[in-house]
DNA sequence: TTGAGGAATTAACCTGGGTTAAAAACCGTG
DNA sequence: CACGGTTTTTAACCCAGGTTAATTCCTCAA
């Protein structure tokens, strides 16, 4: 709970698996506005590609949001291993996959979706979210600001 | 050149790599509007992973912008092959990271950078891409009209 | 060379959401 | 119960970008 799993910035090489809890994935700018990647639900998994392949640091950071059961596994050591395992290399495929889908509807959502169209939506498939997280964070995850998503609130309800 | 390689609604099998040419995967929403979800340059992959893993129709159309050369890859048996293979699986470990990485990338564009920042990055990573796509297609790849483009261009030229 | 269709610009007006700041509602803790 | 901090709402004002429509530019085929 407000532990930080790492921060942006760092060199991270471990990919995350969630047994339980949430965190959330945020990116801060320069001039300290946190703006949400994704909260991350048990089952999820969570990693910085960016950091662990590329050997950069993450551009993010990853803190819990509530109390959090991880699994943490080395990334290298996976990735050299899937190299002659083809089993484990082919979970390792499906873990992508799964990221990749994630990613590709978040990426709909941001580029042809209105800010009340993804509040809707977020409702709509992860109500869950609402009685964990702050509206703030709601906000922040939906590209808006808290004043925003409170003014869309409002108009939703005439 | 205006081939579709797949459209919208359509069921897709197989993944696709660039050999030459050029390509835009666009959504195209109920009202007629279309956005650009990423231009593809040779030695870029493409597919949809939720038509071709998850059983789904494709939620975007692909289409040549120049004449291109592709190379097409039967996603299933590729996948198949894979459980077995390892090094077929690990290529295609790198090819799900490289996919990985460039959504994570656009994700954050779109959800940290206003229209200008996108536009200032692109000019700067990719002006390439300038050189064959029509202002209306850049507007629309960076989430604006363009209209709003043209006035961003003018603002950045005092 | 001209004319026609698309691309880009410009202008006028509108709207969603940002910003700032204050007020109100909601906590948990002593 | 009251206090102090955090969330949420509300209000006033602002701005980026949308919309529509007219104008200019470009290109290319006849």
């Known amino acids: 709970m407000g532990e930080y799993v790492f921060t942006q910035g760092e060199e991270v090489s471990s990919l995350y698996l969630v047994k339980s809890g949430l965190l959330k994935a945020y990116y801060l700018s320069d001039d300290g506005k946190e703006n949400i990647k994704s909260f991350i639900l048990p089952g999820d998994n969570i990693g910085s590609l960016m950091a662990s392949y590329a050997g950069k640091t993450s551009t993010f950071s990853l803190v819990c949001v509530k109390p959090t059961e991880l699994i943490q596994v080395e990334f290298k050591a996976l ?11 082919s979970a390792i495929v499906d873990f992508l996959l799964a990221f990749g889908m994630k990613k590709e509807i978040r990426e709909y959502e941001l580029l042809c979706l209105s800010a009340e169209e993804r509040y809707r939506r977020l409702i709509e498939n992860t109500p869950e979210l609402f009685d964990h997280v702050t509206q703030n964070d709601i906000a922040r995850y939906l590209g808006i600001t808290p004043v925003g998503l409170s003014r869309i609130k409002t108009r939703i309800n005439n």
């Open 79 to 89: 990735y050299e291993a899937s190299r002659t395992d083809a089993e484990l290399s």
